[in-house]
């Protein structure tokens, strides 16, 4: 019987298809990733080999890599780590390894990733470096027609670095030749399985392709099995092939191997699979058994190694029985198992003191050194079979050096694994300190810190806390705390539980009182109590910590509190933006000596934006360049600082007026939503389509970060004022500030923004009842609805106003300086509502009655005019704020400027200020604001350029607006206030159009002109 790898491949044309038409776009440089699923034995690795074949045959390079299983932990980056070896070697081409390898020269992350000693201790904060490494190596490895295909096989095995390392890809990829194919078991991803989250975060994603790959068909399987046999097979034969495999290729493969047409076929695979083994002789049987210890690949020289050491005789004729057999299959200098299923059957046939034996010899062979002096096989590996085989000596030890070893690699989470697995084993190996050269209080710090570096900060702390209570020394336990107190900052809210940080500040002066004049930890400890008395409002107490920490760090060379404490005290110095720049140039130094890159980034993060609060754009905007470049030259492009500058960046580009829209491709998952609702402002103001659509999807989001509610959800209010939803626009700026009144404070600073934007919506929502005519008759019940809401947008306006002013006083920032966009936006929210009073006051005016205690008749008239007086002086105001730099909010305040003089009768500066604004609205290509002047300008018959139309109409351009304000029901004197004129002239107009439509009262023009065409409807 034929082999399935030896026959054409049956079935699967339509993934085959899809697959090579990926590797067609990552030649074009549209990089993607393929997630091939299935249960085991469907056909995943044909389907592969297949394509990569085709693949390479059409002029691809193709890599392909194993994860492996050795338990929980596994061995940090193993696939990729294969990948670069491989790539180096040649396998994409003696060009593409020399890319490869000048690549690696450069990057320190990426040769001690290599290097089997590892090097010298790595600095935590370089794993991005080294992802971003892991992605550069493979995007110069793939060219424009010789893409790169890399194949990961075995996801389900894959270790947590790995599985960071394939999200990290995903999101980054942006125009590179390569194409990413990895492959999985389906039936072993459960719900608890790790890679379950990943798979779905990657499916979300726009370049990502998923291929759920079933068993065969009934006819697919009649195909395949005749391929193998030969010959098509009896009906019977067929139908207890389809009845047992249910379409699995694998399992078919091994039935007709068993003999379909013997009575007794097994039924279920691993009957199968240990019907075909017991076929074999004994000595190959126990060779294959000792092999499957080392899981489905193993290389050839350890597995002789092993079997020679347990006493498996003439382990060259086993092993070249079970080649020939297609039990083992060579790839390179490894043998693996034709199918992990196989090697899983004969595992599991293993008696437990079988198992424990055979990983004994392993790992006697593994603890050997090699030719380099170094050990044969990794400390995980070591770990692994130490474990397994019950030496527990040995794996404590091994444990321990896995541990260090994943430090090395800047891999938290196995790290972390293999640390707690030291303090498992602790009370069960005699003289473990003694062993590992380490006590059980440093081994609970190390891991606190690779839990903290692993993103969980609250395993953390409790490992921190198992570190500081178990020190018996007062004050080694008193060095301890700022370690604790650094691993609570990480907690999300912690500094939000009352008396938590008090509490943190007592430990932290106490341990002062204990720990020795210029030690490492009493700067560290005073550099903390900085940050936290600063986080309490305690700014005294803070500058005099920092001082202290700063004098000393200096005094005895330790950069790494130098930087923490610098940063500090540049944000209590904020008021002075100098001196905070001086500090933070030096904070950024000293990190740069420390090599603490993460600290670098938030230093230039600080940097730009104190000149951005500051009003200084110009010198914010070449910060934030040099930043972002040095954020790229450091592997750290997606990290928290530089996703703080990204946001800096979009937001000095809106405040500039460049609106156009940028691509949002190569974001991670975990920065998408903050970026997308900083793009919101440019959105808004473009007047995109979909822009409210798009805020309500952050909906979602809010609690993941707080920016995103109030960008997003400022952005959106703006959005709905602007669609003329202004009630939802009011009300949505209320919820808003409530979220994050309960998140942050009820006094932060973006609460005057809100404010400002609430109010605007309010005051254009008076402005359409009044265009509309929502007014009615003096004294009657709709009279008085109107002033009811008018009297409450009033009492609202005001209340909005005050509440941004106290803000500005209670919320203050840091130093007690209101910066320019925050005084901007005081001042136009004060605007909005002299806006707010005007309209109102210009409404009740029209009435001639009252609206929250105006005057009637001609006074009204007067106080109206006093009333947009008043809001163009303040307009104005609002105007020259803005001037700082922020050139969108400048057109839009010229804009109600223009509306507020035409309401105080001065036409001429009015038109001024209307053009100036159209004009910077069009060349920023903001819609809604240049449509919005442009309204403003034929109500007022202003003379702006592209407002005079042409029309067919027998009627003037401002007859027909007053026949249009006339259908809406308004009075003259309404019409009037709409359209900035005189009751007499609107009288006279009436008059006009009544006689050239031949109408004899206002109802029967309206009806006319509705028959003529000249309304809309």
């Known amino acids: 019987m034929r082999r399935s790898t030896t026959i054409p491949l049956i079935s699967r044309q339509e993934q085959v298809a899809s697959l090579l038409l990926a590797v067609g776009r990552a030649s074009a440089g549209r990089p993607g990733l393929v997630l091939v699923g299935g249960d085991a034995g469907v056909g995943k690795t044909r389907l592969i080999g297949h394509v990569t074949q085709a693949a390479e045959q059409a002029g691809a390079s193709a890599v392909v890599v194993h994860c492996v299983d050795l338990g929980q932990v596994g061995i940090p980056y193993l696939p990729f780590t294969e990948a ?3 790539l180096q070697a040649g396998a994409a081409g003696p060009d593409a390894a020399a890319r490869v390898t000048e690549l690696v020269a450069e990057r320190p992350a990426l040769w001690r990733l290599l290097e089997p000693g590892g090097g010298g201790d790595a600095d935590h904060d370089e794993r991005l470096q080294l992802f971003e490494g892991i992605a550069r190596s493979l995007a110069v490895a793939g060219a424009p027609e010789r893409p790169l295909v890399l194949v990961v096989e075995d996801a389900h095995w894959a270790d947590a670095s790995t599985r960071d390392v394939l999200r990290f890809l995903a999101a980054r990829a942006r125009s590179e030749n390569v194409l990413l194919v990895v492959t999985y078991r389906a039936d072993d991803v459960d719900r608890r399985h790790p890679l379950r989250p990943l798979l779905a975060e990657l499916s979300r994603l726009e370049h990502v392709e998923r291929i759920d790959l079933r068993p065969f068909t009934e006819d697919e399987l009649r195909e395949f099995t005749t391929a193998l046999a030969g010959r098509p097979l009896p009906a019977a034969g067929f139908a207890d092939v389809l009845d047992r495999s249910e379409g699995n290729a694998f399992f078919a493969e091994e039935l007709l191997d068993a003999g379909p047409d013997s009575a007794s076929l097994p039924w279920t695979l691993t009957e199968v699979l240990r019907t075909r083994l017991e076929r074999l002789d004994p000595e190959v ?5 000792i092999a499957s210890v080392a899981g489905r690949r193993v290389s050839e020289e350890l597995l002789r190694a092993a079997a020679a050491r347990w006493g498996a005789p003439d382990v060259d004729a086993a092993l070249r029985e079970a080649v020939t057999q297609q039990v083992l299959v060579v790839s390179g200098a490894h043998l693996e198992f034709r199918h992990a299923l196989l090697a899983e059957a004969l595992y599991a046939d293993l008696l437990p003191g079988e198992r424990s034996s055979v990983h004994r010899a392993y790992l006697a062979v593994i603890e050997q050194d090699g030719p380099d002096g170094m050990k044969i096989g990794s400390a995980a590996e070591r770990a692994h079979h130490a474990y397994e085989g019950h030496d527990l000596p ?13 430090r090395r690699l800047l891999a938290p989470e196995e790290e972390l694994r293999h640390w707690e697995q030291v303090l498992a084993l602790w009370e069960s ?18 891991a606190g810190e690779a839990a903290a570096r692993a993103g969980d900060p609250m395993r953390a702390v409790k490992l921190t806390e198992r570190a500081v209570d178990g020190a018996a020394d007062p004050v080694r336990r008193a060095g301890l705390r700022h370690v604790l107190v650094h691993r609570y900052l990480d907690l999300p809210t912690w500094d939000e539980v009352p008396g938590q940080v008090e509490a943190a500040i007592d430990d932290l002066r106490a341990a002062l009182e204990m720990l020795p004049e210029r030690s490492p930890e009493r700067i560290w400890t005073n550099a903390l109590l900085a940050r936290v008395t600063m986080i309490i409002d305690l700014d005294d107490d803070a500058r005099g910590h920092a001082r202290c920490a700063i004098e000393e760090a200096r005094s005895v060379g330790q950069p790494g509190a130098l930087a923490a404490a610098l940063s500090t005290l540049a944000v209590l110095d904020v008021a002075d933006p100098d001196r905070a720049a001086t500090l933070l140039d030096e904070a950024r130094t000293a990190a740069t000596e420390a090599g603490d890159v993460l600290t670098e980034m938030r230093t230039l993060y600080n940097a730009t934006a104190n ?12 910060r934030v360049e040099h930043a972002l470049a040095r954020a790229e030259e450091l592997g750290l492009a997606w990290s928290t600082p530089t996703v703080n500058l990204r946001i800096l960046q979009e937001v000095m580009l809106y405040f500039r007026g460049d609106l156009s829209p940028r691509k949002a491709g190569g974001v991670p998952a975990t920065h998408k939503h903050v970026l997308e609702a900083t793009r919101m402002y440019a959105a808004v103001a473009r007047g995109d389509a979909d822009v409210i659509p798009r805020g309500e999807a952050l909906f979602d989001h809010w609690q993941s970060d707080g920016q995103i509610a109030l960008i997003g959800g400022g952005s959106l209010v703006d959005a709905l004022t602007w669609a003329g939803r202004y009630d939802d626009a009011a009300a949505l700026a209320v919820r808003i500030t409530d979220h994050l009144g309960e998140v942050w404070t009820e006094v932060f600073l973006g609460r005057i923004w809100l404010s400002a934007l609430a109010i605007a919506a309010l005051a254009d929502a008076a402005e359409a009842d009044r265009s509309a005519g929502r007014v009615g008759a003096p004294g009657s019940a709709a009279a008085t609805a109107v002033e009811a809401r008018a009297a409450a947008r009033l009492d609202s306006g005001d209340s909005l106003l005050a509440i941004a002013r106290e803000t500005a006083q209670r919320g203050r920032p840091r130093g007690g300086v209101l910066g320019p966009e925050g005084r901007a936006w005081l001042q136009r929210a004060a605007a909005e509502n002299a806006r707010l009073h005007a309209v109102v006051g210009s409404t009740a005016g029209a009435a001639g009655g009252t609206a929250g205690g105006t005057a009637g008749g001609g006074d009204s008239r007067a106080q109206a005019g006093d009333l947009w007086g008043a809001a163009a002086a303040s307009w104005q105001d609002t105007v020259n704020a803005f001037g700082f730099g922020y050139r969108y909010e400048v057109a839009r305040s010229r804009y109600r400027w223009a509306e507020a003089l035409l309401g105080a009768g001065e036409r001429q500066a009015a038109e001024v200020e209307a053009a100036e604004a159209l004009s910077e609205a069009e060349d920023m290509g903001a819609q809604p604001l240049a449509d919005a002047v442009r309204a403003l300008a034929r109500r007022a018959r202003l003379d702006l350029p592209g407002v005079r139309r042409a029309t067919a109409s027998t009627l003037t351009d401002r007859e027909e607006e007053v026949l249009g304000l006339v259908a809406q029901g308004l009075s003259n004197r309404q019409i009037g206030e709409r359209l900035f004129i005189s009751t007499k002239t609107v009288s006279v107009h009436v008059s006009n159009l009544l006689a050239k439509l031949g109408a004899s009262g206002r109802a029967e023009a309206v009806s006319l002109a509705h028959q003529r065409g000249l309304l809309e409807v």
């Not at 049987?285 to 058994?289: I, P």
């Not at 040995?394 to 994943?406: G, Y």
């Not at 190996?429 to 190390?446: K, L, Y």
């Open 84 to 86: 670069l070896t491989q």
């Open 285 to 289: 049987q126990q060779v294959l058994r």
């Open 611 to 622: 000149r951005f609060y500051a009003g200084e754009l110009e010198a914010a905007q070449q």
């Open 429 to 446: 190996v005699p003289g473990a300190e003694e062993r590992i050269g380490r006590d059980r209080v440093d081994v609970a710090v190390a």
């Open 394 to 406: 040995a794996a404590l030890s091994a444990s321990c050096d896995a541990a260090l070893r994943a």
